[in-house]
């Protein structure tokens, strides 16, 4: 699992570099990573995009592939970063019984994806505190929480391998002046917030033209404010630290929940479960779970889209940081062929 998964740039990348180059302490380390930038070279906004912030959330990280290897940028600057926290690839979330990898079929062959962790490998960052402490704001987590990524947020430059990852993430947004700013995540049926959009304050208005235009193209998606006294999370600190506007994304993952049952590679790919279909129907759960599941072209398609809209919708309130994408795939193609049709 160390060994990370092959991509295939697309080419609307003009440029690839790792996220050391925004914080160098970092280079070298199981925390480094990819970074790809799609710039038109023609004036706009700068959107970052990031999936693998937890590497078991599969649809956020096929997510930010799609768009890696499809996308081209006419006005303004896309950045990707398809594996946030790197070291969180290399490791399963121990007695979870989540498998190492899938595999989807391509036009051009079978193609293998890594699935992570939640959190950053031990073997990164050991030993975890009785009580992980945000040290910005003082809030107080149960002790694994010091090596999840999205609780780790602004980040610190002398912090734990985690915070130092979240810190170099924060320096990308402030030299590359990123306008708006996208987590992708994943979460169980179960969830309160699972299919929906969180959003900082300063970008309730655009979150709320894109909800409003994803449920036109027929894809239910709740919205909700990012949560002032929760802090370490980007919706939330991303926000407060730099002037990006800060959106984070859950779509519906059974391998996220309690209520799965075998949890193979299956389950993450077809999104099959019948103890979710049965909890759908004693009305335990935060979304509908029919008999068909939720499969990963669903999911991975919704996350695309919303992306999409975010970038069209965001020179509408702001003219001069209009953002212009082609090449992404749409919502009823991806759903109609699958991922692997959208895959180099």
């Not at 790792?18 to 990573?33: H, K, N, Q, V, W």
């Not at 894809?219 to 370490?232: R, V």
């Given at each position: 699992m160390h060994k990370p998964d092959v991509l295939?740039?697309?080419?609307?990348?003009?440029?690839?570099?790792?996220?050391?180059?925004?914080?160098?302490?970092?280079?070298?380390?199981?925390?480094?990573?990819?970074?790809?930038?799609?710039?038109?070279?023609?004036p706009g906004g700068c959107m970052l995009v990031l999936g693998g912030t937890h590497g078991d959330e599969t649809a956020g990280y096929l997510a930010a592939v799609t768009l890696l290897e499809n996308a081209k940028v006419q006005t303004g600057r896309v950045i990707l970063i398809p594996r946030a926290n790197a070291s969180g690839f290399t490791h399963n979330v121990a007695q979870e019984a989540h498998p190492q990898r899938i595999v989807i079929s391509t036009p051009h062959g079978a193609r293998s994806f890594t699935v992570g962790a939640r959190y950053t490998n031990p073997i990164h960052q050991w030993p975890d505190p009785q009580v992980y402490t945000h040290v910005a704001s003082g809030q107080s987590l149960s002790g694994p929480e010091t090596r999840n990524l999205n609780r780790s947020y602004p980040g610190r430059a002398e912090g734990t391998f985690t915070e130092r990852i979240a810190f170099a993430i924060t320096e990308l947004i402030r030299k590359e002046k990123v306008d708006l700013a996208i987590d992708l995540h994943e979460a169980a049926p179960e969830y309160p917030v699972v299919n929906t959009i969180v959003a900082h304050e300063r970008a309730m208005d655009l979150a709320a033209m894109v909800n409003m235009n994803l449920?036109?193209?027929?894809?239910?998606?709740?919205?909700?404010?990012?949560?002032?006294?929760?802090?370490?999370?980007?919706?939330?600190?991303?926000?407060?630290?730099?002037?990006?506007?800060?959106i984070l994304m859950e779509s519906t993952s059974p391998g996220q929940g309690r209520l799965r049952g075998?949890?193979?590679?299956?389950?993450?790919?077809?999104?099959?479960?019948?103890?979710?279909?049965?909890?759908?129907?004693?009305?335990?759960?935060?979304?509908?779970?029919?008999?068909?599941?939720?499969?990963?072209?669903?999911?991975?398609?919704r996350h695309v889209a919303a992306v999409n809209e975010f970038a069209k919708n965001l020179g509408d309130f702001a003219p001069d940081k209009t953002i212009t994408m082609t090449g992404v795939p749409e919502y009823q193609a991806m759903l109609a062929q699958g991922v692997g049709a959208f895959l180099k």
């Open positions: 295939h740039p697309g080419d609307g990348v003009t440029r690839q570099t790792l996220l050391s180059e925004y914080f160098p302490a970092i280079a070298g380390t199981a925390g480094d990573t990819p970074v790809f930038i799609l710039d038109s070279k023609s449920q036109a193209m027929d894809i239910p998606i709740g919205m909700e404010a990012s949560p002032k006294n929760f802090h370490g999370l980007s919706h939330r600190e991303w926000g407060d630290a730099t002037s990006v506007l800060a075998r949890t193979d590679a299956a389950l993450i790919t077809q999104g099959k479960d019948r103890f979710y279909v049965l909890a759908s129907e004693r009305h335990r759960l935060s979304v509908p779970y029919p008999e068909s599941g939720w499969p990963l072209e669903m999911r991975v398609g």
